[in-house]
C-alpha cells in the first residue's frame, strides 16, 4: 500500500535515479571533494573580517531552508512517510536556529550578540545547529530504511513537527543564552579550542549516514540528492570546524560554502520535480480539457446530490445553457418534471459504485425544447474509493429519434403500398377473368332476344344464344370458384409461433399509420393463449388488414378513435383475435355482404380484403366475423385453432 | 360511283372463343354479316370478301397486342375501321388507340347498343372510304392513259393558265397545246375544266407552276 501510495504522489520521483542523475550526483560529490583538498592547506589563512556576510549569508541559507522545509511538509502530506515528516521537521529546525545564531552571533547586531549572548552562546547554537541537523538527516534514513506504514491525518502531524521544532530551538536558545554559564567554554576570543572534539563527532556521524545511504540497491532520486547534501556537508564541516582554527580564516569562509551547495541542492532538486510534475500535470490536462472542449457529446461532472460542477462546450450547445449558467446548479432544471425521480434513482444507482451505458432519456433544453438523448453515467471515485461524484456523458439523439420515427413511417407506408397494389393487381386479374365470360353472357343474350324479336323469330338462332349465355354465365362462377380455391390452396407456410409476438410485429410495422391517424391503441394480450400452428405471414397479412380497416372506418367518424386489440384463450383451446374500433361501425346489411367480394363500403376500397382474410383464417380451420363493437364502431374477431389440437 | 356493295361483314378478333362468337352471334342477329378469329395471323390469312365492313379487335392478344396490330394496319393495304374491346382500359390507352385511327373504345362488357353503333358508323365509313378509293382508282386509270407530254400538259391547265403560257412554258406551239388540251379533256372524261381540277384533286395533281 506504502509503496503504492508513493508511486501515486511521492515527489520526486520514486524511480531510481537514472545513469544521468547518478553521474551529476557523484560529480557533485568529486567537485566537493576536490574542492576540499584544494583548500586544506591553506584552512587557517586568516581573511578579511566581513561584517555583512554573515548576516548576508545566514539570512539567504535562512530561505532555503524554510522553502525546502515547506516543500518536503507537502510532500510528507501527500507521500505520508513519517521519514519525510522528519526531514522536513529537520529542515525547519536549521532555518529556525539560524535565527539565535544569527542574532547572537557578536559583531553582527551587537559586539557581543543580541538576547543576552554570552561569548560561548554562539558557538553552542552552532554545534547544536549542525549536530541537530544531522540528527534529523540520521533519524530520515533510518526511517526510510525501514519504509513503516503510512500515517495518518498528516495535518495534524506537520503543525505538531513545526512546534515542536520551534519549542526545541527555543529552548536550544534559551539554554545557550540564560544557561551559558554551566556549558563549558568552546572557544577563547576567536580560537577554536575545545570543540576540536565536537566538530569531527559530527562528521562522523554523518560519515555513518552517508554510509547508510550509499549502497541502497532501490535508492531513490531523493536519497541519492541526500547523499550529495551529506557528502558536501561533511566537506563544509571538516574544513570549517576541523582544519580551519579560527572566525574569519579560510576554512570558516569555505565551510559557509559548502552550506550553501549543501542546502541548495536539494531544494534545486524538489523544485526541478514540482515544476516536472506541474508542467506534466499541466500538459495533461490541457489535453483532456482539449478532449472535452471538442467532444460532440455533452460531458458534464456532477456531485453526487446532482449539483453540476462541470460542463462542456457540446453541454452548453445541447442544452443551451452556458457553463456558468450550470455550474454550481442543481442539473435537475433540465430535466423534465415526469423524470425528477428516474434521475434520483440514477444518482442512487451511481452512488452504490454502479454505471450506465446508453440509457436513452429525454431533457429539456433552456428553450423548452424536448431532447432525446442518450446517457453514460460513470461514478468519479477519490483516491480511498469512495463514490464522491458523477460523470456524465450525454450524446443527442433527437435527430435519429426522429430518423426512427420517420424510417417506421416509411415502412407503414410500405406496407399500405403493398397492401392495395397486391390486391389491386389481384382484382384487376380477376376482373380480367370474370369479365371475358361477363362479356359473352351479356352479348349472347342480346343476341337472342334480337333472334327473338326478328319477323319472324328465328328460334333456332335464339336457343343456341341462350345456350352460349348459359355456358358463359358458368364459366364466370368457375372462375371466381377457382380464386377462391387458389386463395384456400395457397401454398402454406406452416410454422409455430406466438399469436402475440406475431400481432406485435404488425403493430410495430404500422406504428407509424396508427400515429399518423391520431389513433389511441389499447391491447389487451392475453399470457395463456396456446401457440398456434399456421402460416404466419398470412395470419399477420389478416391482422394488418383488419387494423388498416379499422383505422380507415376511424377516418371518417368523429369522436375519439381508439383501436382495441386483443387475444385470448377460447374453449378447445382456441386463439381469439379481436380488433375493434370507433369507428362508423356497420350497418345490418351490410353486415351480410361485408365478406363477399368486391362487396365495399369504402370509396377508394376494392371489396377483396375481408373476402380473402375470411379464406385465410377458413383454411387454417378458424372463423373470422364481424359484430357492433360498444359504445360504438365494428368489432372483428377470427379464430384459429391452437397447435396443441389442430382441427383436421 | 357504282356502289355495288354486297352485306357488309364484321371481323371479330378475340382470344376468347366465347366473347368472339357471342359478338359475332350479336352482329348476325342485327343482320350483318359476322367473320369470328382467334387471332391476327387467323384474321389475315382470311380470304376477306370485297365488301364494306369493319374489325372489333381485343385489346389483350397473345403475340402482338390489339394495339401494335392496329398500327401494323395502318401501314398496310387494310383500311378497315377498328372498334377495340379491353377488359381493363386505362386512359392513356385509348387515347393512344384513337390517336393512330381506333373508332372506339370499347369496355367489356360492352354495352349492346353501344357496339351495334360502332360498328354500322364503322361501316358506313367504310363504304364511304370504299366508294373514295374506287373513284380515285378510276381517275388514276384514265390519267394512266395519258401521253407522257399530255401528262406534263395536265398540272398546267389545272392551273388555270391560258395556252399561250402553256406553250412557252413547255417550248411548243399554241396550237399543239390546243390539241393535247383536247386530249387530256376527252382521255380523263371531263365535261369542264373544273371537272378536271377535282380529278387532278383526288389523284393529289398539284397545279403546274412553270
Known amino acids: 500500500v506504502t509503496d503504492a501510495l508513493r508511486q501515486e504522489t511521492a515527489l520526486p520521483s520514486p524511480a531510481p535515479p537514472g545513469h544521468r542523475e547518478t553521474a551529476a550526483a557523484l560529480l557533485l560529490v568529486a567537485a566537493s571533494g576536490l574542492a576540499l583538498v584544494l583548500a586544506a592547506p591553506f584552512a587557517r589563512v586568516q581573511l578579511p573580517e566581513i561584517k555583512a556576510f554573515l548576516p548576508a549569508y545566514q539570512a539567504a541559507l535562512l530561505i532555503t531552508d524554510l522553502i525546502t522545509a515547506i516543500l518536503l511538509y507537502n510532500l510528507f502530506a501527500r507521500a505520508r512517510s513519517a521519514a519525510l515528516l522528519v526531514l522536513a521537521s529537520g529542515y525547519l529546525f536549521d532555518a529556525l536556529i539560524l535565527v539565535p545564531h544569527t542574532l547572537t552571533f557578536p559583531g ?212 443551451g445553457y452556458t457553463a456558468p449558467e450550470m455550474i454550481g446548479q442543481p442539473v435537475a432544471r433540465i430535466i423534465p418534471a415526469e423524470l425528477q425521480g428516474e434521475e434520483r434513482e440514477i444518482l442512487r444507482r451511481l452512488a452504490r459504485g454502479e454505471r450506465m451505458k446508453n440509457f436513452h432519456t429525454v431533457r429539456t433544453g433552456k428553450n423548452g425544447r424536448r431532447i432525446d438523448i442518450s446517457l453514460t453515467l460513470s461514478p468519479v471515485f477519490d483516491q480511498s474509493g469512495a463514490v464522491v461524484g458523477v460523470s456524465k456523458i450525454a450524446r443527442d439523439i433527437t435527430a435519429e429519434k426522429r430518423a426512427e420515427t420517420e424510417l417506421q413511417q416509411v415502412r ?37 332476344l334480337r333472334w327473338l324479336s326478328g319477323e319472324p323469330p328465328d328460334l333456332a338462332a335464339a336457343r343456341r344464344s341462350i345456350e352460349r349465355a348459359v355456358s358463359a354465365g358458368t364459366r364466370a362462377a368457375e372462375v371466381i370458384k377457382r380464386v377462391r380455391a387458389l386463395i384456400d390452396k395457397a401454398p402454406a407456410q406452416r410454422e409455430r409461433f406466438s399469436i402475440n409476438d406475431a400481432i406485435s410485429e404488425v403493430l410495430a410495422l404500422i406504428q407509424g399509420e396508427i400515429a399518423r391517424h391520431s389513433v389511441r391503441l389499447r391491447t389487451s394480450f392475453a399470457s395463456d393463449v396456446p401457440s398456434v400452428l399456421a402460416d404466419r405471414i398470412q395470419v399477420q397479412q389478416v391482422v394488418l ?25 377460447r374453449e378447445a383451446d382456441d386463439v381469439e383475435v379481436t380488433v375493434g374500433d370507433s369507428g362508423i361501425g356497420i350497418d345490418e346489411k351490410s353486415l351480410e355482404k361485408l365478406f363477399e367480394p368486391f362487396y365495399t363500403t369504402k370509396p377508394q376500397g376494392m371489396g377483396i380484403g375481408l373476402a380473402v382474410s375470411r379464406a385465410i383464417v377458413q383454411a387454417h380451420g378458424g372463423l373470422l366475423w364481424a359484430q357492433a363493437n360498444t359504445p360504438r364502431g365494428a368489432l372483428f374477431a377470427f379464430s384459429l385453432p391452437g397447435s396443441d389440437g389442430p382441427r383436421s | 360511283m357504282t356502289g355495288t356493295d354486297g352485306q357488309p361483314v364484321v371481323f371479330i378478333i378475340d382470344d376468347d372463343e366465347q366473347v368472339r362468337d357471342s359478338v359475332a352471334d350479336l352482329i348476325r342477329s342485327v343482320g350483318l354479316g359476322a367473320h369470328a378469329f382467334g387471332s391476327t395471323e387467323d384474321f389475315l390469312a382470311f380470304k376477306r370478301p370485297d365488301v364494306p365492313g369493319c374489325i372489333v379487335l381485343d385489346v389483350r392478344l397473345p403475340g402482338a397486342s390489339g394495339l401494335e396490330f392496329q398500327r401494323t394496319l395502318v401501314g398496310s393495304s387494310i383500311h378497315l375501321p377498328v372498334i377495340f374491346m379491353t377488359g381493363h382500359g386505362s386512359i392513356s390507352m385509348s387515347v393512344k388507340a384513337i390517336k393512330s385511327g381506333a373508332k372506339e373504345f370499347l369496355t367489356k362488357p360492352v354495352q349492346e347498343q353501344e357496339l351495334l353503333d360502332a360498328v354500322q358508323a364503322s361501316i358506313a365509313q367504310d363504304r364511304l372510304r370504299r366508294q373514295h378509293d374506287k373513284l380515285v382508282g378510276e381517275v388514276r386509270g384514265r390519267f394512266d392513259s395519258l401521253t407522257a407530254r399530255e401528262r406534263e400538259v395536265l398540272p398546267l391547265v389545272v392551273s388555270g393558265r391560258p395556252n399561250k403560257q402553256i406553250a412557252g412554258a413547255l417550248g411548243l406551239s399554241e396550237m399543239t397545246v390546243k390539241v393535247h388540251r383536247a386530249q387530256i379533256m376527252r382521255k380523263m372524261a371531263a365535261r369542264s375544266l373544273v371537272d378536271l381540277v377535282r380529278m387532278a384533286d383526288l389523284m393529289e395533281i398539284a397545279p403546274g407552276k412553270r
Not at chain 1, 556549558?183 to 562522523?204: A, E, H, K
Not at chain 1, 370474370?434 to 353472357?441: E, F, G, R, S
Open chain 1, 412 to 448: 407503414a407506408d410500405l406496407a399500405r403500398v403493398a397492401r392495395v397494389t397486391a390486391l389491386g393487381e389481384m382484382t384487376a386479374a380477376i376482373a380480367h377473368e370474370v369479365n371475358q365470360p361477363l362479356t359473352a353472357v351479356v352479348n349472347s343474350a342480346n343476341a337472342g
Open chain 1, 108 to 319: 553582527v547586531f551587537a559586539d557581543t550578540g543580541l538576547l543576552g549572548a554570552g561569548p560561548q552562546t554562539t558557538a553552542w547554537l552552532y554545534y547544536f545547529w549542525h549536530g541537530g541537523f544531522i540528527a534529523f538527516l540520521l533519524g530520515y534514513i533510518v526511517l526510510a530504511r525501514r519504509s513503516p506504514a503510512a500515517v495518518r491525518d498528516s495535518g495534524r502531524l506537520v503543525i505538531g513537527s513545526v512546534l515542536s521544532v520551534t519549542v526545541l530551538v527555543a529552548a536550544l536558545t534559551g539554554l545557550t543564552t540564560l544557561g551559558h554559564d554551566w556549558l563549558p567554554v568552546l572557544i577563547q576570543g576567536t580560537d577554536y579550542g575545545f570543540r576540536r572534539w565536537i566538530s569531527p563527532f559530527i562528521c562522523i556521524v554523518a560519515a555513518v549516514g552517508a554510509a547508510m545511504l550509499w549502497p541502497r540497491r532501490n535508492r531513490s532520486l531523493l536519497d541519492l540528492w541526500l547523499l550529495v547534501v551529506l557528502c558536501t556537508w561533511i566537506c563544509g564541516e571538516l574544513i570549517n570546524g576541523v582544519l580551519g582554527a579560527h572566525r574569519f580564516d579560510l576554512g570558516w569562509y569555505g565551510g559557509r560554502a559548502f552550506g550553501v551547495v549543501a542546502a541548495g541542492v536539494l531544494l534545486v532538486l524538489l523544485l526541478t520535480s514540482v515544476h516536472a510534475e506541474l508542467h506534466e500535470r499541466l500538459r495533461d490536462q490541457s489535453r483532456l480539457a482539449v478532449i472535452v472542449t471538442s467532444s460532440d457529446d455533452a460531458i458534464v461532472g456532477m456531485t453526487l446530490d446532482g449539483t453540476v460542477t462541470s460542463w462542456n462546450a457540446a453541454a452548453e450547445r445541447i442544452f
Open chain 1, 545 to 569: 388488414n383488419l387494423i388498416l380497416n379499422a383505422i380507415d372506418a376511424m377516418n371518417g367518424a368523429s369522436g375519439p378513435r381508439e383501436l382495441s386489440l386483443a387475444t385470448a384463450r
